[in-house]
């Protein structure tokens, strides 16, 4: 969503690669899969044609003050009438000429980005552009008007971000919806993504503490968002999908897929099978059945992802290291094993207690019982215990980087004979992750 220079984004499942497209900044990619079950081979669907997208678009979820079902069939100027009287002063309805005078027309020079929903270009307001608006730098997210799903996105973002207000969720600026024509402005993150951060080599690595900070707004993000008076479904948290400001303060943004969940008696909700291959919980990949506990197996990935310093699914590895949480699984639960899936990015610099309770929680995260995955706020108070450990690896001889293992490291390579020694036997214990039982699982 609002972002700056890197990142990648879908909304349909799809693989998550060193050699897929370009990172998408907050954009989501094109259509959702519709009618279908997605189970090993995942489709790519098809686009409809420009004439297609003013055709009725099937109704979504109410969501408060504002109907899904009725704003999704309605012409533009009719949304814009519904959005203002809904918002007011709280979102900006721009012109698209404004739009064209913040961005240089949408200049290639001001590209953040490119994804499904379409193109983010970098652009400057000043306070003389409208009333109460202070001048300051914005993203602004064009939708791709090829693309049907890319409207229903749209409504979603304007709908639940122009609502959802938290430090810890990008802030929706305002929007613009002239005839076909659908935008999106949002604050400027300097810091762009958490995935250009950890995956671009030639970036700066970023240091314990940082990723640890991170990860705390994160899950604040996340609990608020499944805290709500009517709880939200985030349904695709990644890394792409963090952006980070000058302070590397974490904001979750593309709230394109996020969903209303279960009410009343309801235990989960039931829909089109959305979201980024390697991300998405298992249970909803094989039923369709999501929850707030979806997003939990997916914060366990990034979880694993801020550890090792890999990507959720790599196609450029190994076969059997291609897929993050079947790889990691076995090193998640001593010391001893962890320290050879650590990131060699971070060259010992980090917590051996803070890592090891990290990878015992990212481990109840992903388990295939949602029922045993912890609830974001507990995973939020577990995560601020552990800021104030100082016991380095490199210090305590948790971390020999001989010339011999550290070429092997810089590749974050395992040396497969040493560690099937060490696992082989090793007993699966659980973690000491407090949860309270009382609570009720969605």
């Not at 602004?140 to 749209?154: C, F, M, N, T």
């Not at 938290?166 to 810091?191: Q, T």
Request: proline share 5%.
């Amino acid at each position: 969503m609002t972002i700056n220079s890197s990142s990648s984004s879908s909304s349909t499942m799809r693989n998550n690669n060193n050699n897929s497209k370009p990172w998408r900044p907050f954009t989501a990619n094109c259509c959702s899969v519709e009618d279908q079950t997605v189970l090993g081979k995942l489709s790519r669907p098809c686009r409809p044609s420009r004439s297609d997208f003013s055709k009725n678009i099937a109704p979504m979820p109410s969501f408060r003050r504002l109907s899904f079902s009725d704003l999704s069939r309605s012409s533009s100027m009719r949304i814009n009438e519904d959005l203002a009287q809904s918002f007011g002063s709280e979102l900006y309805d721009f012109q698209l000429s404004e739009l064209r005078g913040i961005t240089q027309n949408f200049s290639s020079n001001f590209l953040l980005g490119e994804g499904g929903f379409g193109k983010v270009h970098k652009g400057y307001i000043d306070e003389n552009l409208r009333q109460g608006l202070k001048a300051q730098a914005v993203a602004v997210k064009l939708l791709d008007i090829e693309g049907l799903q890319g409207h229903r996105e749209w409504l979603a973002e304007v709908i639940f971000l122009g609502q959802l207000r938290h430090p810890h969720l990008v802030k929706l600026i305002g929007y613009c919806c002239e005839d076909e024509e659908r935008l999106l402005v949002y604050e400027f993150m300097p810091r762009g993504s958490l995935e250009n951060h950890l995956f671009k080599r030639l970036s700066v690595s970023l240091p314990w503490n940082t990723r640890l900070r991170i990860a705390i707004g994160a899950a604040k993000g996340l609990a608020f968002l499944h805290g709500a008076e009517k709880p939200v479904i985030y349904r695709d948290f990644k890394t792409s999908n963090v952006l980070l400001d000058s302070d590397f303060n974490a904001k979750l943004s593309d709230f394109g897929l996020a969903k209303m969940g279960p009410e009343g008696s309801d235990t989960h909700v039931t829909t089109r099978v959305m979201g980024t291959y390697g991300y998405a919980a298992p249970e909803y990949v094989s039923t369709g059945h999501l929850t707030t506990k979806s997003d939990v197996y997916s914060f366990g990935v990034v979880l694993l992802e801020m550890l090792t310093g890999r990507r959720a699914t790599d196609k450029s590895r190994p076969k059997s290291e291609q897929n993050l949480v079947d790889w990691a699984k076995p090193y998640l639960t001593s010391n001893r094993r962890l320290r050879y899936i650590m990131d060699p990015r971070l060259g010992g610099q980090y917590s051996v207690k803070g890592a090891k309770e990290i990878a015992l929680l990212a481990l109840h995260c992903i388990s295939v019982n949602p029922k045993d995955r912890p609830r974001m706020p507990a995973i939020v108070e577990t995560l601020e215990g552990l800021q104030n450990f100082k016991d380095m690896a490199v210090t305590c001889g948790q971390w020999q980087a001989s010339p011999k293992t550290s070429t092997a490291r810089v590749n974050n390579g395992v040396s497969s004979a040493k560690v099937k020694l060490e696992i082989k036997g090793a007993s699966f214990r659980k973690s000491s992750l407090a949860v309270n039982p009382s609570r009720k699982n969605t």
